[in-house]
């Protein structure tokens, strides 16, 4: 099955138009005015005007408020809400009956620990996003958008057959080694798509969609499978 697509932090007609061109299955606009993907409401909802049926808008929200929630879900309508900061299994399920909009929850990843306290959000968040946890010492880190990938064989953990969002340092050149290294459903970029930070690179995010949709051939031979074959190979060898 080939892997799906989510282009995020967009914020100009053109990125926009580039990545449904492209065959983006996910778009996202990011709600987080710190960030250089921050999009003002009343641009949000321009942009998702150009959005077909069958591509999904995501909010990213980061420790927003019920007020500034329910303003995103009655404006930009989004399909997902996505909660990349600190929100709790709680938080998450107050998110959802207070908007009725399904949460995909971020978790930071550094270590096996991560992956464990992952497992509370099961059941609370409808998907999970793993992303990479920006080093305690990385000058001007954001919740999101640092262009840094993390362990990818930590997720050998997750359950075999649970649709996840794979993000953190993807770009072209590695997107199609992280589907087959993870079997990740869907895989989230922002910085690996970009000329500079928060601006898109129309020719970057063609590419990369192209790259992610080409390796669905690849797309999770499976932990087990290459395994498999890294043994097999070791065997002749």
Not at 30 to 37: A, L, Q
């Amino acid at each position: 099955m080939t892997a799906r697509v989510k282009i995020c932090g967009l914020k100009e007609r053109e990125s926009v138009a580039a990545a449904i061109s492209a065959g983006a299955d996910f778009v996202g606009f990011v709600f987080y005015e710190p960030s250089p993907r921050h999009v003002a409401l009343g641009d949000a909802m321009r942009l998702g005007e150009l959005v077909p049926a069958g591509v999904k808008r995501v909010a990213l929200v980061v420790d927003a408020d019920e007020v500034r929630l329910l303003e995103i879900a009655r404006n930009v309508k989004p399909d997902f809400f996505q909660a990349h900061g600190s929100e709790t299994p709680e938080r998450v399920r107050t998110i959802r009956a207070a908007t009725g909009i399904p949460v995909i929850k971020a978790i930071k990843v550094e270590d096996a620990s991560d992956l464990k306290a992952a497992e509370s959000y099961r059941g609370a968040a409808d998907m999970l996003l793993f992303d990479a946890k920006a080093p305690r010492d990385l000058a001007g880190a954001l919740p999101g958008g640092n262009g840094l990938a993390f362990d990818w064989s930590l997720l050998d953990t997750v359950e075999s057959g649970a649709e996840f969002i794979l993000s953190g340092g993807l770009d072209a050149d590695n997107v199609g080694q992280a589907i087959a290294v993870t079997g990740a459903a869907i895989v989230d970029v922002s910085t690996g798509v970009e000329k500079s930070p928060g601006i898109k690179d129309l020719d970057k995010i063609a590419r990369f969609i192209a790259a992610a949709k080409g390796s669905g051939a690849n797309r999770k031979m499976g932990r087990e499978a290459q395994r498999a074959l890294s043994t097999s190979r070791s065997d002749v060898s």
